[in-house]
């Protein structure tokens, strides 16, 4: 029976970079993925990379943010797909109660707002201008998944882990609905669904996010990222541009519901007045990974050689260069470079005691 240095539960955006980056190092890699990789969470995510954020997550969001560029330039070499990131920047609404100046990152508007976006609704309240890059989740995962399989990682579809099973103290492997792989190490990047797998229950639950896609009337209607406290409008390099999202504690139901993307549309037009007769293209609702405290869960679980890299929440898109990278050195034994206390699984179990 074949095995596996390092076997990755989940197919999608932080599995298949982690897959690929333990592959650089010279590791032998299975990702198994319960459907088809990367059409879960990181299929329905807008691909904002903002890290104006405060508190323990700070580091690891600015330091991915980072590594963005040189990021998608490998993913595009080694898969010959191109990856939508924008640098234009982005334009925040804020609360009426918040203090601009206190906004991490916050800058002044480089240009009045009549020349920065011209199709904008007028405000009662200026934004400020935050140096942000966006992505598009979708081309960002198949690039992702092209790369892995180019670096020689190996791929198992449509069948879901059961159980991570141990002898002696130690990881032999996991059992599938379907077989059973065996590896020296697993990594549970399972996002939502990573709770459900038997002996260590993470607490990870579904956090539903309804969005709307609409093809604008011009392609340069909008160029930045926008970003209000009733809505965010993401624009794509091919004229797409999305609106969302939702944040609902609604189990595993993907469905849409009618009134709220009516509702998603409204709001945009309210922004963006053009979008009054423009196409809907698509909408859709994705199961966000969240957790208790919705900060990520990485690094090592009480069982031996079994790792966690999931509930990320919002964040996975921002976070998967930077989750990669401190995850491929914990899995290998060396100093992971930042402090990850603070998203060890350990920190729910020693809560409930």
């Known amino acids: 029976m074949k095995t596996w240095d390092v076997l990755i539960i989940g197919g999608g955006i932080i599995g298949l970079t982690l897959a690929r980056e333990l592959r650089k190092q010279g590791a032998s890699v299975l990702v198994v993925e319960r459907g088809e990789p990367g059409r879960e969470a990181s299929h329905a995510a807008g691909g904002m990379l903002g890290d104006d954020r405060l508190g323990v997550l700070q580091a690891l969001a600015t330091a991915s943010a980072e590594m963005y560029p040189e990021f998608v330039h490998e993913l595009q070499d080694e898969s010959g797909e191109s990856v939508d990131l924008r640098s234009e920047g982005t334009l925040l609404f804020p609360e009426p109660s918040d203090n601009p100046k206190q906004i991490p990152g916050s800058h002044p508007l480089p240009a009045p707002l009549t020349e920065l976006e011209p199709a904008l609704s007028a405000s009662n309240q200026a934004p ?62 399972a996002g939502a669904w990573a709770g459900q797998i038997f002996p260590y229950p993470l607490p990870t639950r579904p956090v539903k996010g309804q969005m709307v896609c609409f ?84 690094g090592q679980t009480p ?9 990320h929440f919002r964040d996975g898109i921002l976070l998967a260069p930077v989750t990669a990278l401190v995850m491929s050195r914990v899995v290998t034994g060396t100093a992971p470079g930042y402090d990850l206390s603070p998203f060890a699984a350990e920190r729910f179990a020693m809560k409930a005691a």
């Open 128 to 189: 400020i201008f935050l140096k942000e890059r966006s992505v598009c989740p979708r081309a960002l995962t198949r690039a992702a998944l092209k790369a892995a399989k180019h670096r020689g990682v190996d791929i198992s579809s449509g069948t879901y882990v059961l159980s991570v099973d141990h002898a002696e103290g130690k990881v032999i492997g996991v059992t599938t609905d379907k077989t059973f792989y065996r590896a020296g190490k697993i990594v549970n990047c």
């Open 215 to 298: 093809v604008m009337p011009r392609r340069e209607l909008l160029r930045h990222v926008v970003r209000s406290p009733e809505i965010y409008l993401i624009p794509r390099s091919d004229g797409r541009l999305l609106a969302g999202a939702t944040v609902e504690e609604a189990g595993f139901d993907k469905r849409t519901v009618p009134e709220t993307i009516q509702h998603l549309r409204h709001a945009a037009i309210r922004m963006l007045p053009a979008l009054e007769n423009a196409r809907i293209l698509e909408d859709w609702a994705g199961l966000r990974p969240g957790t208790p405290d919705n900060l990520p869960i990485l």
């Open 303 to 311: 069982t031996p050689n079994y790792y966690a890299a999931t509930g």
